[in-house]
């Protein structure tokens, strides 16, 4: 079977709107935790800070954009099943690389080499949920790949993090936030589009039927889920800076 006989948009373009639009959200959230980690001046605030925004850039922007954009992927003909275990390590991978990524810029001194480090590895945790995800996938046949087109999903990863990042930490304000959500939303639904454009399979009715989840049944609870993080998120983020605006206990006009 060739690379035409799938489609990546089988439930209808609903699928990129809200991956995108997911992504962007996740990626929002995760990097305004980064700028928060980096305001703190206590370590375990900062500590605290970097870890809500790997879940928040890692656990939302990238693995559930990830699973809602792979709502639309379909090979005619065959079932696909996805194996939880791989699925879980994927969400794992991600929000632990990009942990690693985000405490090179909010636990130690800032420099432009560890942002471009940083990037490069928040672009390399999108690209391996990407790929290790992929590997999750169970039906009857096999998926190959365009190398060209992987490396060239790797490097728009690195390349559109790294820019958000920048926007983050360089140029503070509010319009360069949200410019750098959009552009960390690029990164992942471009990188995602892109790995998938790179996607070759070939079936074989005489394998058995695939064992695991249906995708749909992944994404749901992850949904829900992430909605009430998403929720949580936000209430920290709002609460704690309305602190900053609140006279000391005791002071006097």
């Given amino acids: 079977m060739n690379h035409e006989s799938m489609q990546h948009f089988s439930s209808g373009p609903w699928t990129l709107v809200l991956a995108y639009g997911v992504s962007v959200i996740g990626s929002l959230i995760g990097l ?3 700028a928060r980690a980096r305001s703190e001046p206590a370590r ?3 500590v605290r800070w970097t870890v809500l925004g790997a879940f928040a850039i890692g656990g939302i922007a990238i693995w559930l954009m990830h699973f809602i954009a792979m709502l639309g992927f379909d090979v005619p003909g065959t079932t696909i099943k996805y194996s939880a275990p791989l699925t879980a390590l994927s969400a794992l991978v991600a929000v632990l690389v990009v942990g690693v990524g985000l405490s090179l810029v ?3 001194r800032f420099t432009r080499m560890r942002l471009v480090l940083a ?3 928040a672009g390399v945790g999108v ?4 790929y290790l995800g992929m590997s999750a996938i169970r039906f009857k046949g096999d998926i190959f790949y ?3 087109l992987v490396a060239a999903s790797v490097a728009i990863a690195v390349a559109a993090a790294t ?3 920048w926007f983050t930490l360089v140029v503070k304000t509010a319009v360069a936030s949200v410019v750098a959500g959009l552009i960390m939303g690029v990164a992942v639904t471009g990188m995602h589009y892109t790995g998938m454009a790179a996607v070759r399979v070939t079936s074989d009715a005489s394998l058995p039927a695939p064992r695991g989840t249906a995708v749909f049944d992944l994404v749901f609870p992850i949904f829900v889920i992430s909605g009430l993080v998403v929720g949580a998120l936000l ?3 709002f609460t704690t800076a309305n602190d900053s605006f609140r006279e000391p206990a005791g002071s006097s006009g």
């Fill in 32 to 34: 305004s935790c980064m």
């Fill in 44 to 46: 375990g605030a900062k």
């Fill in 106 to 108: 909010t636990l130690v």
């Fill in 119 to 121: 990037g490069a590895l």
């Fill in 163 to 165: 820019a958000a990042f």
């Fill in 235 to 237: 209430w920290m983020l």
């Fill in 146 to 148: 365009d190398q060209t």
């Fill in 127 to 130: 690209a391996g949920m990407h």
